[in-house]
């Protein structure tokens, strides 16, 4: 098959530009030097060349905090762009697929059970208004579409882009003497290596629609930084703290875990624990 990623030096598009090489598929990356999604004709120009029979979007604009103030960039790529996207894919049949966030979940403030695609979402910051935006534009418009919310990516290509938790946490580790770490925020960080994994599984299938895919359990930014540091033998003095506490200009979910039961059911392939997932990326 014909496929395109968008977003291929980003680190969900990387593990899936290699992922999906083994399966002799015809491949295309684009970068965001080789395509805009916010703009028509770039993606006009940038998909005539490949000619893709299935497009996967990883492209987004990610920073949360940021996203607060400048809501119009977030819009365009996170919303916007799907929306170019899924009218690309609709006017030429051919099927997308497209990743969206947990956090357009968090305005039921009381959760304490993992959401279904079914659930209603309700997001609390620009960045997942602008996500829940695009899923809506992708899902409306593109009859063949998979779209798939996934939690705290964290991939070998954030090493040499915007960075990711894992790494963040190793660099600060090394430069504070002390860090304080969120404790009452529960979500499933996911390697973009397993989703990967998950994605080639997904599109072999013909169950278009909604998907939640995550690895498995869950758990809150404090224990996951912990558990990074021991994975890493390193000692470092942490402080569980509260969200208030931290003041982040996004307001984040206090619990956006995902069930994957539908994605389990349809593909017959789960993903591992986040712990094992995590001891995997560290070592390699
Ligand atoms: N990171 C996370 O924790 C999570 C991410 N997601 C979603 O998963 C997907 C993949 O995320 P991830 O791999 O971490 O993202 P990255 O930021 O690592 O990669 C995104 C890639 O898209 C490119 N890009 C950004 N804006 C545009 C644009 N307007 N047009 C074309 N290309 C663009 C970026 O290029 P450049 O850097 O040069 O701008 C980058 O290479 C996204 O949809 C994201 O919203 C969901 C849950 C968690
Ligand atoms: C760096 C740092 C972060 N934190 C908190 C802030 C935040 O609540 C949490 C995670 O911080 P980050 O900035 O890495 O992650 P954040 O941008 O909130 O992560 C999100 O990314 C987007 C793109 C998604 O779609 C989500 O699934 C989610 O993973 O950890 C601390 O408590 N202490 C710290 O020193």
New binding site residues.
């Given amino acids: 098959m014909r496929i395109t990623v968008?977003?291929?030096?980003?680190?969900?598009?990387c593990d899936l530009m290699s992922t999906l090489s083994s399966d002799r598929h015809q491949l295309t990356g684009?970068?965001?030097?080789q395509?805009?999604?916010?703009d028509a004709d770039s993606v006009e120009s940038a998909l005539t060349e490949s000619q893709p029979e299935l497009i996967i979007?990883?492209?987004?604009?990610?920073k949360v905090d940021q996203a607060e103030s400048t809501p119009e960039v977030a819009f365009?790529?996170?919303a916007l762009?799907p929306r170019n996207l899924a009218l690309y894919c609709q006017k030429h049949k051919i099927r997308l697929v497209?990743?969206?966030?947990?956090?357009v979940f968090g305005f039921d403030s009381t959760r304490k059970s993992a959401y279904r695609e079914t659930d209603l979402p309700g997001p609390i910051s620009v960045y997942g208004q602008s996500?829940l935006a695009g899923e809506y534009f992708v899902r409306a418009i593109c009859a063949q579409h998979f779209v798939i919310?996934?939690?705290?990516?964290?991939?070998t290509?954030?090493k040499s882009?915007?960075g990711?938790?894992v790494e963040t946490m190793l660099r600060l580790g090394q430069e504070r003497d002390e860090l304080s770490i969120i404790n009452d925020q529960y979500c499933t960080p996911?390697s973009?290596l397993d989703l990967s994994a998950a994605i080639k599984n997904l599109i072999q299938t013909d169950r278009l629609g909604l998907y939640h895919v995550t690895n498995e359990g869950q758990t809150t930014w404090f224990e996951f930084a912990q558990t990074i540091f021991d994975f890493a033998g390193l000692t470092v003095k942490m402080n569980p703290i509260l969200t208030e506490q931290y003041n982040a200009p996004a307001e984040r979910p206090r619990f956006s875990v995902l069930d994957c039961a539908q994605f389990k059911k349809v593909t017959g392939f789960s993903l591992p624990h986040w712990k094992e997932a995590l001891q995997t990326y560290l070592e390699s």
């Fill in positions: 968008i977003g291929s030096q980003g680190q969900l598009g684009l970068t965001h030097q395509i805009t999604i916010e979007n990883t492209a987004a604009y990610n365009a790529t996170n762009g497209h990743i969206s966030t947990d956090y996500k919310r996934t939690c705290g990516l964290y991939g290509a954030g882009g915007n990711n938790f996911t973009t």
